[in-house]
């Protein structure tokens, strides 16, 4: 039996920390894989039940403290990886990879979730320069690079020089069976009414660009607003200036901001419409969520995520920026008009809407994770 450690910053919930508890789901549910998690920080919103590892080296903002901080996690793992000697240790974003990469004891794989080449960017300066070399320096050093979606392994490529026999694209997996058992918990929000509203996902920051979908949403007629409610899942930072946005455009009756759910599948199955407005990802799990439960999508066409899962063909354009493809709906050059009119579109055809709908549930099947475990497990053994 080969033990497998998947070594992650904290498991709080969020797009690649729901990857690794897929995978270590995975992993522990065979006979052949011992599993296990390392984690730096205890705080976790899933529900795990089994022994696991805190090095309580927690990330500190500090850019003076952060070396200090890989080097204590990197001497803590060694010590660990002594003890209790894992086969392999999966390991997920930056810092965790540099971490696990530090180490040379054991065969590191780790995996990218993310546009690094734009996310280093926005980023303080030093850091940036620092994370870049450390990228260049360490990346081709691993046993494998795993990256979500095939525009992530281009961006490594062309941006890091790093090889290309190296890296594999294997897309986050979803599990049907929680999917399936959590989105039919009852909602209790009284405002809300099944298949009358349309719902966004994600943490409330820039990236995922909220304005622009209250702006969108906002410029549709009166009576669409009033039949159909926007639902906003998540937290962050921007919660104020969304809610200011939301009163000063009288949208209090229309736009609901739920905050942190820890299921949010109830609410993404009986809702009538997704909608991603995000100005990037690294593949956007929650678009084959939606998909699964039988949501229809709309979404911005973004550098890496939406265009891989949506579109197996080229799409057509039906009309100014927006393209219909095999399994959603794409708005291109972030066009906040565009995407109105998507979503009016959606809400006023039927015809459009069950287009849209047609073999979603379907597609979700490519991204099972007994279908896409096997290309994981067979790079382990």
Known sequence: MKKVYFLINTLKMAGAQKSAWNWYNYFKKSTNFKAKFVLFDSQIDFNLKDEY????????????????????????????????????????????????LFQTSIKSIITTHSFISKKLKN???????VYKILIKILYNKAYYILTVSTKLKEDLINNFNIHADRIKVIYNPIIPEELASMSKEKIHEKKIQKKHYIINV????????????????????????????????????????????????????????????????????????????????????VIVESLFLGVPVISFDILAGPEEILCKNNGRIIENNIKVCDYGCLVLDRDKKALANAIRLSLTSSKFYNNLKSNIKERAKTFYINNIGEKLTKLVN
């Not at 309580?56 to 070396?67: C, E, G, R, T, W």
Request: with cysteine.
């Open 53 to 100: 590892i805190c090095l309580n080296v927690p990330a500190s903002n500090n850019i003076f403290k952060k070396l200090s901080i890989i080097l204590k996690r990197v001497n803590r793992l060694k010590k660990i990886i002594k003890q209790e000697k894992p086969d392999y240790v999966i390991s997920f974003m930056e810092n965790a990879n540099f971490v696990n």
């Open 123 to 129: 980023m303080n300066k030093i850091i940036g320069f």
């Open 202 to 285: 994600g943490r409330l920051v820039n990236d995922k660009d909220h304005i622009t979908l209250l702006e969108s949403y906002n410029s549709l007629e009166k009576t669409l607003k009033n039949k159909y409610k926007l639902v906003i899942i998540g937290e962050g930072p921007l919660k104020p200036a969304l809610n200011q946005f939301i009163i000063n455009n009288n949208l209090e009756k229309n736009v609901l901001l739920l905050g942190y759910k820890k299921n949010p599948y109830n609410y993404m199955a009986n809702a009538k419409l997704f909608v991603l407005s995000s100005k990037i990802e690294g593949f956007a799990i």
